[in-house]
């Protein structure tokens, strides 16, 4: 079998995602790594075993064993990279956000066209589990028409500021980060291309150039409207939730990743289907018992990059095309104009915007509002110290788990201040029957005839298997 040989530009953090899935890939070998920080490179080379590396892309662009490349440079940079990969014949993978303007994005379509190679948009989020489900259950047509969409996305990630995500020079904050995601997971889920953008951005931490708060409404197709917070300024449980919530005419769809890091984590989301009558299904993806199978089942990133692998070798079309990826960028960059304007924005919007003047009249702006005093070094100290980072926000079940104070944990004073402070309530939920005027206490389940079977395939659900038990 033929493998792809993958070379992978920028070895940020993004090249840690991609990295260590590779040895599970049959489709593909890793054989080359390019960043302008040679020593960079060699650090990841030497982990993975990579004997290549590369300071310039045009030198890596000329290696004729390369037959395709990871765009993981800054968005600025994309499109200058795409050009010089595409006319030496590789194959394209482009991490998001796909640019900094719409005409950038237009320049790589038109380099992966003109020269004949495959151009796949590294929107992750579609192949996640999870949000597979999601859309199938959509696509079932249980939920009738779908007239409204919602995401809330805080990501609290103070120690971006002065990196690239964070400067004029990339023309673009949170919103550009983590927009595109977002916004292209909601029109794939329902089908509904954008029409209209309205929103409204600040800059909340003196230290960032671009913006770190976002509100937005999305206009879509067919009548339906969305709705985007999104947040780095976040504190408590929620400081990396990820919410989804789609609202049909016969059920709401919830889909929550608010108890892990979705990025990275192999956890499913917790996704609940809420019908007429009290009816609730819960849906939960169930794992191997391999490890490595779990990690090949699980892990988007994987599954992008085997996609990805496919188009090549069956020149086919890829699952995440470039115009899906300009597209959402449009709506990105309407946003911005729509903030600073105080105006809907219609798409397709094709305007060159000086996103770099944008954000400092924004700056200017929120910085007579808002007064706001942010230190990172006087935030007050945690009540429970740990000598490693807790990730999980459910309780340990025993007080003996997590007492191993060599290994980072807390001892057991610090036990009992945590579970008070983050348990959360496994009792099933009960209602009362007003059907009889009584007080009767019932365990919400739903009967076998309201349970929404979805198509074959992995992700049908066995019969009884449905019911949400709290």
């Known amino acids: 079998m033929r493998r792809i040989k993958i070379a992978m530009l920028g070895c940020g953090g993004v090249a840690h995602l991609y990295l260590p899935v590779f040895k599970y890939l049959k489709e593909a070998q890793l054989v080359a790594l390019v960043d302008i920080d040679e020593g960079k490179a060699k650090h990841l080379a030497e982990r993975y075993g990579v004997e290549k590396v590369y300071s310039d892309v045009e030198e890596a662009a000329s290696d004729p064993e390369i037959d395709a490349v990871i765009v993981g440079t800054p968005p600025n940079l994309h499109a200058e990279h795409v050009e010089v990969c595409a006319s030496s014949g590789k194959h394209i993978l482009c991490e998001k956000p796909m640019a900094s303007t719409v005409g950038d994005c237009q320049r790589i ?246 996103l770099r003047e944008l954000f400092r009249e924004i700056k200017e702006r929120d910085g007579k509002n808002l007064k706001y005093d942010y230190t990172i070094d006087n935030l007050p100290k945690p009540a429970v110290s740990l000598k490693a980072p807790l990730y999980a926000f459910r309780p340990p079940r025993t007080k003996e788990k997590w007492s191993d104070e060599e290994h980072g944990m807390i001892g057991e004073a610090g036990y009992d201040a945590l579970t008070t402070s983050l348990k959360r309530s496994c009792i099933c939920r009960t209602r009362a029957a007003s059907t009889t005027g009584t007080s009767e206490r019932r365990s919400w389940r739903c009967k076998a005839e309201d349970r929404v079977e979805l198509p074959g395939g992995l992700y049908s659900p066995k019969s009884g298997q449905l019911p949400y038990e709290g």
């Not at 999870?130 to 809330?152: L, P, T």
């Not at 990025?263 to 019908?275: A, K």
């Not at 990133?301 to 899906?324: H, M, S, W």
């Open 109 to 354: 379509i038109d380099a992966c066209r003109k020269n004949g190679v495959k151009l796949q948009m590294a929107h992750m989020k579609r192949f996640m589990r999870g949000n597979q489900m999601v859309k199938s259950i959509v696509d079932s047509g249980c939920m009738g028409k779908i007239f409204m969409a919602e995401c809330h996305w805080d990501c609290a990630v103070p120690h971006l500021i002065g990196t690239y995500r964070e400067t004029e020079e990339a023309a673009g904050g949170n919103l550009q980060d983590h927009g595109p995601h977002a916004f292209d997971l909601v029109r794939w889920w329902t089908g509904n291309d954008i029409l209209q953008v309205s929103a409204s951005i600040r800059i909340v931490h003196p230290q960032r150039p671009t913006e770190d708060t976002a509100v937005v409404v999305l206009e879509h197709e067919n009548g339906m409207v969305s709705f985007y917070h999104m947040t780095r300024v976040s504190y408590g449980r929620e400081h990396w939730q990820d919410l989804y919530r789609i609202y049909g005419t016969d059920a709401t769809l919830v889909v929550r990743n608010d108890h892990h890091f979705p990025t990275t984590s192999l956890e499913s989301p917790e996704i609940v289907l809420y019908r007429p009558g009290g009816c609730i299904q819960r849906y939960d993806l169930g794992h191997p018992w391999n490890l490595d199978d779990t990690v090949v089942q699980n892990n988007p990133f994987y599954n992008q990059l085997k996609a990805f692998c496919e188009c090549i070798l069956n020149d086919t079309e890829p699952r995440v095309t470039g115009e899906d990826g300009m597209h959402v960028m449009e709506a990105v960059i309407a946003a911005y104009v729509s903030s600073l304007k105080g105006i809907k924005v219609k798409l397709p919007f094709r305007e060159d915007v000086d």
